[in-house]
């Protein structure tokens, strides 16, 4: 299973990221796999954006949820990101990953991650 | 908000064994995985369920979590081992944390 995350580079402040996963060698509609978004400034630590179920089920960091837009094209074996309203603290990597769970009752953590896509918040 | 609290770095010796911390609150009823994360490269899972190894990762990898404290065990660490490592909880209240890293020096 391959991830890859594709999207601009740059945005301006007060616009909107957003980002694409495209799943290869393997299914976004497979039971127990959740799809994540999680994101790293320079020189800092990881953040958790927020996760997806095939069903469309959405989970997003209390701290980010009025911004977050996380959604599934399960034709397209996609899964794609939207944070409105970016300033600079929104620079940083960001990787699409999944998360394996049992019937979100356990969590066996995050095995699969892509390369990363930088994205820096600038005019 | 939940939070989880790593020390910033680790320094050991080669060949001996390193040990990094992650505390929490009532750690230990939830599931706590760790990522080994080298400079440049995306991070990679390596324990999972408190102390489950995936496919690949070499059994020098040991972790163990009690009460508000939970551990990573790397023995006979080797200069490969040099990296950040994240401690990460879930249940289904606070869903994922990452801890804030802690840099893992072999010298």
């Known amino acids: 299973l391959q991830l890859a995350e594709s999207g601009p580079g740059l945005v301006k402040p007060s616009e909107t990221l957003s980002l694409i996963c495209t799943v290869s060698?393997?299914?976004?509609?497979?039971?127990?796999?959740?799809w994540a978004w999680i994101r790293q400034p320079p020189g800092k630590g990881l953040e958790w954006i927020g996760s997806?179920?095939?069903?469309?089920?959405?989970y997003y960091k209390s701290s980010l949820q009025r911004r977050v837009t996380i959604s599934v094209d399960k034709s397209k074996n996609q899964f794609s990101l939207r944070l409105k309203s970016v300033t600079a603290a929104d620079t940083a990597v960001y990787y699409c990953?999944?998360?394996?769970?049992?019937?979100?009752?356990?969590?066996?953590?995050?095995?699969?991650w892509g390369l990363g896509a930088t994205v820096t918040v600038s005019s | 908000s939940y939070e989880l609290t790593q020390p910033p770095s680790v320094s050991v010796s080669p060949g001996q064994t390193a040990t990094i911390t992650c505390s929490g609150d009532?750690?230990?009823?939830?599931?706590v995985s760790w990522y080994q994360q080298k400079p440049g490269q995306s991070p990679i899972l390596v324990l999972y369920?408190?102390?489950k190894r995936p496919s690949g990762i070499p059994d020098r990898f040991t972790a163990s979590t009690s009460g508000n404290t939970a551990t990573l065990t790397i023995t006979g660490t080797q200069t490969l081992d040099e990296a950040d490592y994240y401690c990460?909880?879930?249940?289904?209240?606070?869903?994922?944390?990452f801890g804030g890293g802690t840099k893992l020096a072999v010298l």
């Open positions: 990953a999944r998360e394996r769970h049992q019937l979100r009752l356990t969590h066996s953590g995050v095995d699969v």
């Open positions: 060698g393997g299914s976004v509609s497979t039971s127990n796999m959740y």
């Open positions: 997806i179920y095939h069903s469309g089920s959405t």
């Open positions: 009532k750690l230990g009823d939830k599931f």
């Open positions: 369920e408190h102390n």
């Open positions: 990460q909880a879930w249940d289904y209240i606070i869903d994922v944390v």
